[in-house]
């Protein structure tokens, strides 16, 4: 079965400090792995992809990789309540059948 | 806004019942994702059509079915309603079966 793990949280961090959220996934022959942020009642919205080891910076974002180890996290730098949402982890082995995390659940207190 | 729309918004529907559901994809995008995510859960992946053919099933029975058109518009089929199918249901477009997927807003379906 080819899982991604995430923890469920809640994650609480206060404004302007780095959030860290982590995710973990069984099949190494995984090759693209997305982050998505939904807000209750909303549906996902596309943040960041990686598709190669190392870190890749998007503003306030950035998405780390590590395939040995089988990990990706993502560091939110200056975190704003409106980043308060649930972050889903998505790895995509084929193409076609993208596995999502059960996502982790940021508040980001004023 | 990613230019997916889905529709119904909202749904209530009984058990034993069958139910359609619409996406068009975003402009350009010829390749729609269907997904069903459970309350508290991750979306969880039921089919993909590309160019009107399906191109790849997650762990779903056959009655969940669907169906690309020519412009690249989708519908998600579900015969026989149980309980359980109630969740949202998300369908995401991207371009020759991409990873990168932009998704539409939703259909929240409730099974009673």
């Known amino acids: 079965q080819k899982e991604v793990e995430q923890n469920s949280g809640p994650l609480s961090v206060p404004e302007g400090a780095i959030a860290s959220l982590n995710c973990t996934y069984s099949?190494?022959?995984?090759?693209?792995f997305f982050w998505y942020r939904q807000y209750s009642g909303k549906s996902p919205e596309l943040i960041m992809f990686?598709?190669?080891?190392g870190d890749k910076e998007d503003g306030r974002f950035t998405a780390q990789l590590n395939k040995a180890s089988q990990y990706v996290s993502l560091l939110i730098r200056d975190s704003q309540p409106s980043d308060s949402a649930t972050y889903l982890c998505a790895v995509s082995f084929s193409g076609n059948d993208m596995r999502f995390g059960a996502g982790t659940r940021l508040t980001v207190k004023p | 806004e990613t230019g997916v729309t889905q529709s119904p918004t909202h749904l209530i529907k009984t058990r034993g019942q069958q139910v359609t559901l619409r996406c068009s994809s975003q402009?350009?995008?010829?390749?729609v994702s269907w997904y069903q995510q459970a309350l508290g859960q991750g979306p969880q992946f039921i089919f993909q059509y590309y160019r009107e053919e399906e191109n790849g099933r997650g762990n779903f029975p056959p009655r969940f079915s669907g169906l690309q058109f020519p412009n690249y518009s989708s519908e998600l089929n579900v015969n026989a309603l149980e309980l359980d199918d109630s969740a949202l249901y998300l369908c995401a477009s991207s371009w020759d079966r991409g990873e990168t997927q932009y998704f539409g807003p939703g259909t929240r379906l409730l099974v009673l």
């Open positions: 990686i598709y190669s080891n």
């Open positions: 402009s350009g995008h010829n390749t």
């Open positions: 099949d190494r022959g995984s090759q693209s």
